[in-house]
């Protein structure tokens, strides 16, 4: 069955960078895009970004300015989010989540993982 | 992007029906049959329900069904059961292309 774990998260203090990763089994990881979503404590869910199975294509939320990277490991069903000039507002709990496109458009999350917590902090 | 609208909550007793509006703009919504709905149970990671406006994933109950008029989307959950009790998140694909979510809605099983 389908499971994604993440890993990565604490806390950091505000301007410094963090990379969190989602480790992929189940599934035949390079044929599927994968998408980042978080949801700051007690708040709805915010979307993040997105890449392509090949990893050709990424997306990103509006609100991320650029500061956030998304990308993957194939040869390690890995997929990585990493976060840069971090500040208070990013605290959240980080889902990886699978879709069921590769390249075409990715729209759906239709497994998740349980999340890792970012807090950020002085 | 702004966030889709819907409702902070929605009540109802067992066994009757409730019917949950996200409501978006012609770049998202009424644009693309690219809806989705997720549930999310307190300290649990959410659960899709709802995808490609009103189709239902394998193993998901009959109880869920979703529908699209305009630039409004709707999840009506029928037969109201206990377990339902959670935070329902709709999502939409956007000319940007990009996804966003609306803000959730609480439902509770009075």
């Known amino acids: 069955q389908v499971q994604l774990v993440e890993s990565g998260g604490g806390v950091v203090q505000p301007g410094r960078s963090l990379r969190v990763s989602c480790a992929a089994s189940?599934?035949?990881?390079?044929?599927?895009?994968m998408h980042w979503v978080r949801q700051a404590p007690g708040k709805g869910l915010e979307w993040v970004a997105v890449?392509?199975?090949?990893?050709?294509?990424?997306f990103y939320g509006d609100s991320l300015m650029g500061r956030f990277t998304i990308s993957r490991d194939n040869s390690k069903n890995t997929l990585y989010l990493q976060m840069s000039s971090l500040r208070v507002e990013d605290t959240a709990v980080y889902y990886c989540?699978?879709?069921?496109?590769?390249?075409?458009?990715?729209?759906?999350?239709?497994?998740w993982g349980q999340g890792t917590l970012v807090t950020v902090s002085s | 992007q702004s966030a889709l609208t819907q409702p902070a909550s929605v009540s109802g007793s067992p066994g009757q029906s409730i019917t949950i509006s996200c409501t978006g703009t012609?770049?998202?919504?009424?644009?693309?049959?690219?809806v989705s709905w997720y549930q999310q149970h307190p300290g649990t990671a959410p659960k899709l329900i709802i995808y490609?406006?009103?189709w239902r994933p394998s193993g998901v109950s009959d109880r869920f069904s979703g529908s699209k008029s305009d630039n409004t989307a709707f999840l009506t959950v029928s037969g109201l059961q206990a377990d339902d009790e959670a935070d329902y998140y709709c999502?939409?694909?956007?000319?940007?292309?990009?996804?966003?979510f609306g803000g959730g809605t609480k439902v509770t099983v009075l």
């Open positions: 989540a699978k879709d069921p496109a590769g390249d075409t458009t990715m729209v759906i999350a239709d497994h």
């Open positions: 189940g599934f035949i990881f390079s044929n599927y895009g």
């Open positions: 890449i392509s199975s090949n990893g050709n294509k990424k």
């Open positions: 012609d770049s998202d919504i009424r644009a693309y049959n690219y």
């Open positions: 490609d406006v009103s």
């Open positions: 999502a939409s694909y956007t000319k940007s292309k990009k996804l966003v």
